[in-house]
């Protein structure tokens, strides 16, 4: 009998009937000694149940959605009307940023109505209490969402690192190849805690110049906030590059040299080394231009309210 009608019949007789008697799950991975892990467990742990079809069929949500989304287009649209009857050229950033605030109020809120198992999930939680608590010690709500934004760059490196791995693992027939399994995401998780700290040091430092350090003589005078940006990125970088590279040549072992039962933790390496190496030189960029941005959009919308801030003014402070 040739290969090909011996898998049909294998698949017809014996693999479709014991599907139709319950007996195989397709949920389930099974491996070749007989150990099974559910995949539908990994999704709950990392993205949350799957959402209640009552609670999507009542409208609720989409209505809660739709009113979300009106009030930031209303509000955008008035600040953009008082924007354009102003010549102050500040004045336009803050309607840039206003616009921008809207635009993501909308996305979230319509985000949060086609997935809500989001709301659950341990991913967006881990985000919301990083963020909450640099609010509380940066005492504002506008600098940490800087910082958050060097998140991403973590993620698209993780995965970047991670498909490296993936690759090379499939030309070594010796080795089980590296996939995306739990402690794999949990690297993700790390990367969330630790890709904020370089974020930190620049927004902190840059404060510390609009404000004027009397500890130190040569910058006790408060600066411009493009200059104190310019100069906390100079000041910072060294020890940024000291502490990534540091990290980096601790998680290298785990990805390079795998021992015997260490292989588990070769994905959680690959993901935490290439989220460090991609995120810290992206944010010596992306984060002092977005800072920059920030600041720009912060005074025009003082501006539009008729109140100037000083160079070194708090902005949504808590």
């Known amino acids: 009998m040739p290969v090909q009608e011996a898998m049909g019949w294998i698949q017809e007789n014996m693999i479709d009937a014991a599907e139709a008697g319950g007996l195989i799950d397709r949920t389930m991975r099974v491996r070749l000694e007989g150990s099974a892990a559910d995949l ?17 069929r009542s409208g609720l949500p989409i209505i809660s959605a739709v009113l979300i989304t009106m009030i930031a287009v209303l509000a955008s649209v ?30 979230l809120a319509w985000l949060a109505v086609g997935h809500p198992e989001l709301l659950t999930a341990r991913m967006v939680w881990a985000l919301l209490v990083t963020y909450l608590v640099m609010c509380a010690l940066f005492e504002s709500f506008l600098y940490p969402l800087v910082i958050m934004f060097s998140v991403p760059l973590a993620v698209v ?23 995306l399994d739990v402690l794999t995401m ?30 130190d003589s ?70 002092p231009l977005l800072f920059s941005l920030v600041l720009d959009m912060w005074r025009g919308t003082q501006q539009e309210s008729a109140v100037i801030p000083s160079a070194a003014a708090d902005p949504f402070a808590a």
């Open 78 to 107: 008035f600040v953009y009307i008082r924007g354009v009857r102003s010549k102050n050229t500040y004045v336009y950033y803050g309607v840039a940023g206003t616009i921008l605030l809207g635009l993501i109020i909308a996305s």
């Open 157 to 179: 490196g993780g995965f970047a690192g991670l498909s490296i791995v993936h690759y090379f693992s499939m030309q070594n027939p010796t080795q089980a190849p590296q996939k």
């Open 186 to 215: 949990l690297g993700f998780i790390i990367l969330i805690g630790v890709v904020v700290n370089n974020a930190i040091l620049i927004v902190h430092q840059a404060l510390n110049f609009m404000h004027g350090d009397e500890s």
């Open 218 to 287: 040569i910058y006790k005078d408060p600066m411009q906030p493009i200059d104190a940006i310019v100069t906390s990125v100079k000041t910072r970088i060294r020890p940024i590059f000291m502490s990534v590279l540091t990290s980096v040549g601790g998680m290298l072992p785990l990805v390079l040299v795998p021992g015997s039962g260490s292989e588990m933790y070769r994905g959680l390496g690959s993901v935490v080394v290439g989220g460090l190496l991609v995120s810290t030189v992206f944010t010596l960029l992306l984060v």
């Open 40 to 56: 539908e467990q990994v999704r709950t742990s990392l993205l949350g149940s799957k959402p209640d079809s009552d609670s999507m």
